[in-house]
């Protein structure tokens, strides 16, 4: 099947400084990459869409200033949490549909970031 | 806006046995598509089984089968012959059919498989 790669798998930063997690999808093409966030023992949470060639598009409560999103190229997105606080550490995931299907209802998994921020 | 529930946070079954996860969901879409999603503890998200909601047939995957009832928006996965490789976060996922592959997930369900 598809490989979504995500870097790092696990970090730990200090507060006020930041973090960039990568997504790459390594034998697709992915012009969209999804990024959730998952706490402890929930469910995951849509945190924004990334658009290759254009502005991330970010879910009703979440600062895009905090959560910088960039779709550099067909095959990576990148997340950086800027100016890192405890309460940012989670568990971050990104995805990325293979265009297989029709419609693009497959996608596939990175295997997650954990950052904490001490 | 669509939600999923489900309402089950914690179940357990006996090694070899029949185990099922329950899942609702709410959308005023008539046509989406349905999943089941695994996550054991190493938090890799893996898709266990895909229903298209114009589909009347019960999707099945080896071992992994749904029931399906569209007019009450149910979605459950019955897992066969459990095996302890089956203990997961097993979350319910929805996807609208204009959406791509927005999902919005369900809270989970964490299986346990006991031997």
């Known amino acids: 099947g598809a490989v979504v790669s995500q870097h790092p798998s696990r970090v730990i930063c200090k507060s006020g400084t930041s973090v960039k997690i990568e997504c790459r999808s390594l034998?697709?093409?992915?012009?969209?990459m999804f990024w959730y966030r998952q706490f402890p023992k929930q469910s995951l949470m849509l945190m924004a869409t990334?658009?290759?060639?254009?502005?991330?598009?970010?879910e009703q409560g979440v600062e895009k200033d905090k959560f910088l999103i960039n779709h550099a190229s067909l095959t990576l997105s990148t997340l950086t949490v800027t100016s890192a606080h405890p309460e940012d550490s989670s568990f971050y995931i990104c995805?990325?549909?293979?265009?297989?299907?029709?419609?693009?209802?497959?996608?596939?998994f990175g295997q997650g970031t954990r950052l904490t921020v001490v | 806006a669509q939600t999923v529930t489900q309402s089950q946070p914690e179940m357990s079954v006996q090694e070899a046995e029949t185990v099922t996860l329950s899942c609702t969901y709410d959308?005023?879409?008539?046509?989406?598509?349905l999943f089941w999603y695994k996550q054991p503890p190493s938090r890799q998200m893996i898709l266990v089984i895909r229903?298209?909601?114009?589909?009347?047939q019960n999707a099945t995957e080896n071992r992994f089968s749904v029931n399906f009832q569209k007019a009450a928006k149910s979605f459950s996965l019955k897992i066969s012959d459990s095996q302890l490789g089956d203990t997961a976060m097993y979350f319910c996922?929805?996807?609208?059919?204009?959406?791509?592959?927005?999902?919005?997930f369900g809270e989970g369900t964490q299986l346990t498989v006991n031997p």
């Open positions: 034998d697709f093409q992915a012009t969209t």
């Open positions: 995805s990325a549909p293979t265009g297989a299907r029709e419609p693009d209802t497959e996608a596939f």
């Open positions: 959308t005023s879409e008539s046509n989406y598509y």
């Open positions: 229903q298209e909601a114009y589909k009347q």
């Open positions: 990334s658009n290759e060639g254009s502005k991330a598009t970010y």
């Open positions: 996922a929805f996807i609208r059919e204009t959406s791509g592959s927005r999902l919005t």
